[in-house]
């Protein structure tokens, strides 16, 4: 099919803009959210709020076993199975343990130290707007293959809310899945595709140091453990980098180190925790071992004894090339030429990962910079926001995102 067609065929679908009716619900729908932000596993409000807006849509959403979290089918009867596998929308739900920083913000957390600062409301604001565009459009006649969104909890939760979501069956039927993640880099309006590794694997490492303690003025005679915890901190980095493929990225990065309590005592404990990237997913798959081995050596060196607490996260996120295509056809069609841009790969871990490990996907980097806006922004940051207008852009990419691939089935 030509861009051409492909333009026709989304103008058909959604002729123009999105309504500013629905516009305007969905905005409200995300200030809602963001005002009222929940840890992972227990978004059991933004649960509720979902739920009873697809239900008035005449939708029958199903709130997942660990009681957050639900998925919501359109095109098919309850129980029915798919004559075709389905396409999947996949939204996480749940915020961050930060405060939230904004100033003069209507809309800022009420909830002190909890924060929306990861866009996790715009995500899930997206996916239930092209819910409603598409069960209307179902109901129109005009939806030829069914469609699951997943409104996942606990995204931000090691190893992922993923994980549950598809134990508890989210993805049965399903033949693909894509997803949108918020990106304070790239100006609303447009998005940020990358076939292949988009993110990070990203691990977690909790390291005990342990000797027998002693006197300052008599370091030979004991365990010296803050010199072993130092060079645990600094070597255990190098050693591990030189042990993979350099193009692989495998980082070790420290968050934390702890020992002792007075200024002429050798302690007898040590901790420090910290994080492990990968950029290739076969290091990833290796990672543990390499560490363990590095932390073993440098801790024996220094006559301490190691105890690793080693916490697999989630592996880099992947996208296949179809998946990414579909996405990049879709929002040509909806926005032209100009409005998709190439992305770099992330350290950033995203447990999107799992789904990708089960089904072909991919995951859109979702501009919500206002354009113009040179400020450099992050994720993770107190004072973020987004440009709402992205909202509009990510239903509209998905609705024809779906539109596309139901097509392109029927050929």
Sequence with gaps: MSLESEAGL???VLPGALSESLHAELVAFRRDLHMHPELGNQEFRTTAAIKERLERAGLKPRVLAIGTGLVCDIGIAEG???AVPMLALRADIDALPIPDMKTDCPYRSTVPD??????????????????????DLHAKGLLSRPVRLIFQPAEEVLPGGAIGAIADGALEGVGRILAVHCDPRVDAGKVGLRHGPITSACDRLEIALDGPGGHTARPHLTTDLVTAAARVAIDVPALVARRVDTRAGLAVTWGRIESG??????PQHAELSGTVRCLDINAWRDAPDIVHAAIDEVATLHRAKSEINYMRGVPPVVNDRESTELLRRAMVARRGMGSVESTEQSLGGEDFSWYLEEVPGAMARLGVRRPGDRTVRDLHQGDFDADESAITVGVE??????????DATER
């Design 114 to 135: 909890r924060a929306h600062a990861c866009g996790h409301d715009v995500h899930t604001t997206v996916v239930l707007g092209t819910g409603l565009v598409l069960a």
């Design 397 to 406: 990419m998905f609705t024809a995102a779906a539109f596309l691939e139901a």
């Design 261 to 266: 309590h007075a200024p002429n005592v050798v």
């Design 80 to 82: 029915e199975r798919p």
């Design 10 to 12: 989304a103008g058909d």
